[in-house]
C-alpha cells in the first residue's frame, strides 16, 4: 500500500490531537509509523516525510486509521497492534497471550551477568527462566551467558508459542528449550544443577489488578500479573521450590513490585538455604530486584 508523505502527514496531526485529548503519549503515534511504514525517527521528528511522493504501508491508509482507533477508544496497548515490543536490543513479537516486557525487566540481565562474573557461578552450566512469557528473559540470558544453557518454562501453551517464536526470529532456537508446565515441574531433570533461576513471577495482589490502567486490566493477561492475596504466592513458591534445583553457589534472582523487597529479603534469609541476600533498585530507584545465592 502507497500513500503520499502529505497524506501521512496530515493523518499524524488529526492522530496527535486525539493523542492529546485521551491522554496517550505522542511518541506511539511515532512507534506505529516506525513499525507500518519503515519511518525513522529523525525523519518523525523534523516531519521530512511530508515532502515524499510515496510511502510504502503494511496496510492502508483507513486500516491504519481504524488502528489508531483501537488504541483511543479500546486501549489496546500499540505493541499489541503492531505485534511488536522493543526489549533491549531485541524485537520480539508480542499477543495478548503474553505480557508486554518493561524496560525495567532489561536490568535482570544485567544483573545476572554481574552475578556470573562476581562469584563461582559457573557460566556454561543451566540457567532458567520461569514464566517466560514472550521469551524475552530467556534470550537476553542466552545472549549474554554464551556458553550457558537456558532453559524456559510457562504454563501457556499459547504463551510458549511467542517465545519459541522469537528464540528461532532471534537465532536463539537451539540455545533456549521450553517446556510448558508450572514452574520447576518440567524440570525434575535439572535438580541440583542449575547455576540460576531467574524470574519475573506474576507479583500484584489480587484486589490490585483490577485497578491497573485500563490497557494492562483489558488487554494483558491476568494470569501474568495475580500473584494472590499479597502478591507474593508465586516468590513465595520459588523461594521454597529453588533450593532443590540449584546448585551451590546458585543464583537466584527475581523481579518484585514496589513495596516488597523487605518481605522478600526475610523470606529468604529465614529459609535457610540462602546466602549474601541482595536488593537492587530499578532505573526510577525503586527496590525492583532480589538476588540471593544457594548456600
Known sequence: ??????????????????????????????????????LDRLALRLESFKDLPKIELKLSL?????????????????QYLTGVAHW?????????AVLIPRPETELLIDLAVEAVKSSCVNPKSHWVDLGTGSGAIAIGLACALTNARVYAVD??????????????????GSRVNFYQGLWWEPLAFLKGQVSGMVSN???????TVLTLQP???????????????????CIRHLVETAPDYLESGGVWLVEMMAG????????????????????????????????????
Open 155 to 172: 504454563c501457556s501453551s499459547e504463551a510458549l508459542a511467542v517465545a519459541r517464536l522469537n528464540a528461532e526470529n532471534l537465532g536463539f
Open 260 to 295: 516488597q523487597a523487605e518481605a522478600v529479603a526475610d523470606m529468604l534469609e529465614s529459609h535457610g538455604s540462602y546466602g549474601k541476600v541482595q536488593i537492587f533498585s530499578d532505573l526510577a530507584g525503586i527496590d525492583r530486584f532480589a538476588l540471593a545465592y544457594r548456600r
Open 62 to 78: 483507513s486500516e491504519l486509521a481504524q488502528l489508531w482507533q483501537r488504541r483511543l477508544q479500546e486501549r489496546v496497548p500499540v
Open 1 to 38: 500500500m502507497f500513500v503520499s508523505g502529505l497524506e501521512l502527514w496530515q493523518w499524524v496531526n488529526q492522530a496527535a490531537a486525539e493523542a492529546r485529548s485521551s491522554d496517550i503519549p505522542l511518541a506511539e503515534i511515532d512507534w506505529l509509523l516506525q513499525e507500518l511504514a519503515g
Open 201 to 207: 513471577p506474576p507479583y500484584i495482589p489480587s484486589s
Open 88 to 96: 533491549r536490543h531485541f524485537s520480539l513479537k508480542v499477543t495478548p
Open 215 to 233: 490497557e494492562v486490566v483489558r488487554h494483558e493477561p491476568h494470569l501474568a500479573l495475580d500473584g494472590g492475596f499479597d502478591g507474593l504466592d
